[in-house]
Each structure stands twice: as C-alpha cells, then as structure tokens.
C-alpha cells in the first residue's frame, strides 16, 4: 500500500511535468492551428538558456525563468511570423514540414554550439527530496506542481477577462468571423506562438534543475506531450492538464506493476482506445471542433 | 532511427560505442551456420580467391607504369591504414583513439621502425558502416597498405573488416567491443580488446571476486538486480549478465528493461527497492545514468553496490551531473582508465608523458590507451613475421604470449584461432572523490574498494 501510494505520488508529480510542458502546444495547437513539431526543442532552446544563465551569471534557473519566458516569447513571435504565417495558407502537411524541419534544424544547431555532451546546473536545494509521513516528495517537483496549477489559472484568467484574450478565443473559434469583427488575426496568431513558446519556456526553467541538458532533450518529452494534448482534447488546456496527470499516473503505476518498458505501451493503448471512442478527447467540445 | 542526431549523441555518449555495434551483430549473427557449411566455406574460399586475382590485377595495373619511377625511399616504408571515424558524431572518440596508434607508430619508428623501415599511416575516414566499407576498398587496393588498423566503433569495424578479410590483408582492432567482429570465422581480424561479453563476465564476477568479501557476507546472499536499457546495447550486455549470473549461481531477484528516454525512472527504482535488492548491474548510456544516480537518492533506495559499464559510468560528465557526493562509490568496468597501478599496467605513465608532449592535453579517454596497447603488440607480431603476407602475419600473431600485467593497459596478450586476445580482462573501477580509481584486482589497484553508493 505505501508502494502504491508513493507511486501515486509520483505519478502525479511527474504528470505536472507533462502539464507544464503541454499547455504550450495545447495554446499553440488550438489557436493557430498549427502541430508545432519543434515543440520539444522550444524546450531545448529554454533549457540551454537557463543553462547559459547560471554557467555565466550565476542564476538559480528560477530567477532566470523571467528572461527565458521573454526570450521563448520572441522566439516563438518569430517563428510564427517568419515561417508559419507564410504557410498558412497552405495545405497543412507543408506546415508539419516546417516545424519538422525547424526542429532538426534546432537539434544540429545545438550540437554544433554545445556539442553531444550533457550539461546541468549547479546542483541546489530544489534537487533535495522532503519528506512527509514516509514518502518522500523531490521539491523541484513540488515546485512544478504549483507553477502548472498556476499557469492554467493564469491563461484561465487571461482569456477569460481581457480584451487581448477575447480576440485570441474569438480567433480560435472562427478565424473569418474574427477577421469580420476586426480582429488582426495575423498579430493575434504571432502573439498567441509567441504565448505557447513563453509556456514551454517556463517550463524549461522548471525542468532545468531536474534534468541535464542535450542537443536531443526536447525529443524525451514531446512524445508524451503530444498524446497528454491529444486526450486532453486539443485545444483545451484544463484538458491537457488532466490528461497529463492520468498519462503520470499511468506512467508511474504501469511502470512498476507490469513493467518499466512497457508502461509506454500501456499509455498508448489508453491512447489509442480514446482515439476510437472518443476521438475529441477526455475534454473536446465535440465532433467537428477538433 | 539511424542517422538520427539521437543516435548520434548516444553513440558519442557512450565510450565504447557500444550502441551501434549490436544493431549489426544482429544481422551478422544469423548468417554464421550458412557459411560454416561446407558450401559455405567453398563459396567463401572461392570469393576469396576471385577477390584475390581481382586484387592482384588490380595491382599489377596500378603499379605498372609507376614501377619504374617508385623511389628508393618506398622500399624502406612500410604502409598502414589507420581507419577511425575522423568526422562526424563519432569523431572525438574516433580522434582519441587514432592518438594512440599514432604515438606508438611514433615510438616505434623513434626506434628503427619494424626491421629497418619506417612506418606510415594512411587514414581513412569511417563516419558510418557505408564510407568504412569504401575506405577499407581504398586502403587495401588503392593504397595497397600492409594491414589496417582501427576502429572505435564497432558497426563500422563489423563492416570494414569484411572488406579486409576478403582482399586478405591483416585487421587489427583496437578498441571496439562487439563480440561476433571475432565470431565470424575471419582468418585475418585479431583483436586485442576485451568484448562486450568480457565486460558483462567483470561485472557479474566482480560479486563472488570483489563486492561479496567487502560486505563480508557469502555471494549467493546477496540479492541482484539487472537493469538496462531496451535497445540492443543493454540486452546483449544483460543477456550475458544473466547467462553469467546462473553460472555462477547468484540470486537474481529483478530484470528490468527500460527506455534509455524514460524522464522517469522512479517506478525501477521501487521495483528494486520493494524486492530488496543489494547489488544493481545496470547497462546504460549518460542520461539514463544521471537520472537513476539522481532518482535512487530521492527515492531513497540504498544498494550496497551499483556497478555499470563503458560511458554512461566512466565519463566525467556523468560524474558531475550526478555529483561527486552522489556518484561516490559507484562502481565501474571499463577501458584501463589512468588511475590504474603502473606496476600491473607497466608503460601506463610513459604513455600518459608522451601524450601530454605530443597533443598539450591529459588524454580524453582510455582509448587511446588501448589503441596504444594493441599496436605495440602487432607491431612485435609483424616484426617477427618474415614478410608481410597475411599468412606469415597470421601465424605470428597467434605465437604472441604476453602474460596479464606485461602491457600499458594491463592486459595481456594471447589469440584464440578467431583472433579474439584471451587474456584481454577489464578492470574494475571505482568513483572515490570525484575519480575513477581502478580497485579491481588487488595488484592494479590504486585505492582500496569502498562499499556503499552516495552519501546514503
């Protein structure tokens, strides 16, 4: 019993993990429409920063979150900008192309600057585990945690209440009515990338004390954020939150009661049996709105 | 998958270049009982003789009309081909491990060369499987060298030595570690290096040998848990892990197979620490390697040894990610490393002198080390010969006897019929205050073997 509630434990704190690497793509997918495939290098690229960050300057990568946010923003901006919005138009594969190209373009890049060896931060408190009545939590994780409640309330509140946030769902919902209302679509999809990258790097600082950093990091996780989007129905980021907390939990008490290999197969079997019998998610608004 | 930058990274992350070799082992594998077939062997001899003539005409052709103006100088060299990945994801190892044959040649020819002629290395760039083949084609008919030596990795040792074996010149392999490279029957590919197998054997032995004394407790007590990861690298290891483990009689009580991408290893940790688990026998790359040093601590599972092989354990890296404090006692069979006693491993520090000389750096990795090792051996063995066809050759380097301890790594020297060097055993490492000492066997260690892993 204290193994499966450890586990349990585990699997949710890994699940925010999921959470607050998803919500990004979840945004990025469900506005602009667009299956960032470049997404885990996002990631990458956030992890070098903070990385860069504290070998020069010293910082604790949470300090340095408030930069790295800043700098995924603009990096996000321009990519919408410069290499999806000239394609939207086009038919969508040629835009899978492109983020698919984007994203090796990004790997080699970083194995060019840094090269094949793994890089960390300096180790700090966050890397220490507590621990409360026999089961210990790791800190950084707990952090991750509160960061992905907070980030999906903050969205929550964004979109909710303010005007910038009104044209960005009103994009989402129809592109040409939006348009008809006055809405600049095109600076509304730059600035909802420019979000979705802000997200993951966010995410990138948080996950910088836990994990070294390589050229091919971003590729340990986009897979599984793609599936967490997926069952949390697309475009919806509490969706992408719950489906990251059932992918942890499965992932944590698959791996340990049937084995550690093949706990992606049990997570891709729940995937695929969704996709048959609910194919717009846990969370989707129904059919034709995927 | 092949190709791709994450293969790249893992094959660079990994000392031995253990990953790729497997992938290819498991091709090659398959075909041995055709060719030990009598048919088998007639087509082989009879491809062998048709390259031969090939070669031969090839020869006669090239050489022709140069005959008359080769200069004197020709007559007092003698070529080899040095084939390693200069370029490419595999390169620094690769690099690392041509310095070593290069300081020997050096050596070497400082001291008159082999009988009287100089020795000149011709390179050849192996940055896959492919280009090792058209190097090796290049080497032997275009450059007609002597013999070649290489290679790091072993999927391109695996696909160069065939090209060797069928223009009947000599390949020395150096350093990579697949076992069916001396497994396939070849006459003129000798190995001085240790296999993946003697590695897996170490680390099995290093219980009974080196761990169950320590803790002062009987081998078979001691509960033992093999972890690895999922791709052919970590199953061909654990396999001859657990064939070794059942020899010898151990308590095996978990296997586990992992992903080496898993972000989370947390659910084999539990499983190792629910079943009680003394002594861990992992096989993994760099990442996987930190993120179980890391998550053992959290999860507060304490082992009283962990032992793991090649990169993923030997590399400074990894040692720093994890951190000293966490790596501490951490156990490791690899390559002869430099904290290893210069009185098993004699030349161990001349080595490490003239390397220092030549390149301005400490060296990177044991490669260079054993590259080093096994050209000194071949060179004796050429040297003995009384020309340079591969039969003379050949039976020359089956008459090497150099006992364990007579070489810069330690090692010794003896050739089975398939060319594979018998006395070629790994040493047992250990990570004491931020360094790979060797603790295993008590005549080449520097430091005593601690028991325990991190502060737990």
């Not at chain 2, 140069?66 to 994801?89: D, E």
Request: net charge neutral; hydrophobic share 50%; charged share 15%.
């Amino acid at each position: 019993m204290d193994v499966f509630i450890q586990l349990l434990i585990n699997g949710i704190l890994l699940g925010s993990m999921y959470a607050i690497i998803s919500v990004g793509l979840t945004l990025i997918f469900g506005i602009v429409r667009v299956v960032n495939f470049a997404h885990g290098e996002f990631l990458m690229v956030g992890m070098y920063g903070a990385y860069l960050l504290a070998a020069k300057f010293g910082l604790h990568p949470y300090v340095s979150a408030i930069p790295i946010v800043l700098l995924l923003f603009a990096f996000g901006a321009l990519v919408q900008r410069f290499i999806i919005q000239p394609l939207l138009s086009a038919e969508e594969h040629i835009q899978i192309f492109a983020t698919v190209g984007l994203s090796t373009a990004l790997m080699n890049l970083a194995l060019m600057i840094f090269g094949a060896d793994l890089y960390s931060v300096p180790p700090s408190v966050v890397q220490h585990s507590i621990n409360i009545g026999g089961f210990t939590l790791v800190i950084g994780q707990i952090v991750m945690f509160v960061c992905a409640l907070a980030l999906v309330a903050g969205l929550h509140l964004f979109m909710q209440s303010t005007p910038l946030g009104r044209a960005i769902r009103a994009t989402a919902q129809n592109r040409n009515a939006a348009l008809l209302m006055g809405v600049r679509v095109d600076r509304i999809y730059v600035i909802a990338f420019g979000l979705g990258a802000a997200c993951v790097g966010l995410a990138s600082a948080l996950v910088m004390p836990l994990y070294p950093v390589t050229p091919t990091i971003g590729t340990y996780f986009v897979l599984t954020a793609f599936v967490v989007v997926v069952l949390g129905g697309m475009r919806s980021m509490y969706g992408a939150f719950f489906g990251a907390m059932i992918i942890g939990i499965v992932d944590s008490l698959s791996g340990y009661y049937i084995a550690p290999d093949l706990k992606e197969v049990v997570y891709f079997v729940i995937f695929i049996l969704i996709l048959i019998f609910k194919p717009t998610g846990l969370f989707g608004l129904g059919r034709g709105t995927e | 998958m092949v190709g791709r930058n994450s293969d790249i990274k893992l094959a660079i992350s990994h000392l031995s270049g253990n990953l790729v070799i497997c992938k290819v082992s498991g091709k090659v594998a398959p075909e041995r009982p055709l060719m030990s077939s009598a048919y088998g062997a007639l087509l082989e001899e009879m491809m062998r003789k048709i390259a031969r003539a090939a070669l031969a005409a090839a020869m006669v052709l090239t050489a022709a009309p140069l005959a008359g103006l080769a200069p004197a100088a020709a007559q007092q060299s003698i070529k080899f081909g040095a084939l390693y990945p200069f370029s490419g994801g595999l390169a620094l190892l690769g690099d690392e491990s041509f310095r070593g044959l290069e300081i020997a040649v050096e050596e070497r020819n400082a001291a008159g060369g082999i009988n009287g002629k100089t020795i000149t290395l011709i390179k050849g760039d192996a940055v896959d499987p492919n280009q090792a083949v058209g190097e090796a084609r290049r080497l032997t008919s275009v450059d007609n060298v002597s013999a070649i030596f290489g290679t790091y990795s072993s999927s391109l040792s695996l696909a160069a030595t065939q090209v060797a074996e069928l223009a009947g010149v000599p390949y020395f392999e150096l350093g990579a570690v697949s076992d069916p490279i001396t497994e396939r029957g070849f006459k003129n590919v000798f190995r001085t290096n240790a296999t993946a197998k003697d590695f897996s054997v170490r680390m099995v032995d290093s219980i009974p040998d080196a761990i169950a004394p320590a803790l002062g407790k009987k081998p078979e007590e001691l509960k033992i848990g093999i972890i690895y990861e999922d791709s052919l690298y970590g199953q061909t290891m654990s396999g001859y892990q657990k064939s070794r483990a059942a020899e010898k009689k151990l308590n095996v009580v978990e296997a586990l197979a992992y992903s080496a991408k898993s972000v989370d290893l947390t659910p084999v940790i539990l499983r190792l620490k629910s079943a009680g688990v003394d002594v861990v026998l992992q096989t993994s790359y760099q990442n996987d390697t930190v993120l179980f040093f890391r998550q053992m601590k959290d999860q507060g599972f304490k082992p009283k040894a962990v032992i793991g092989a090649g990169g993923g354990y030997s590399l400074r890296d990894t040692m720093a990610a994890v951190g000293p404090e966490n790596m501490e006692g951490a156990l490791d069979v690899d390559f002869t490393q430099y904290r290893t006693n210069p009185k098993a491993a004699p030349g161990i520090e001349q080595f490490v002198t003239k390397y220092k000389a030549k390149y301005g750096t400490d060296p990177r990795s044991g490669h260079s080390l054993a590259n080093y090792m096994g050209a000194k051996v071949f060179f004796d063995a050429i040297a003995a010969s009384k020309d340079l066809t591969a039969d003379n050759i050949r039976a020359q380097v089956l008459k090497v006897d150099l006992p364990v301890g007579s070489t810069a790594t330690g090692w010794g020297a003896k050739f089975s019929e398939q060319g594979q060097n018998t006395r070629a055993l790994p040493f047992l490492m250990q990570w004491q205050g931020g360094e790979l000492v060797t603790v295993f066997p008590a005549d080449a260690a520097v430091a005593k073997m601690k028991v325990g892993v991190g502060t737990n």
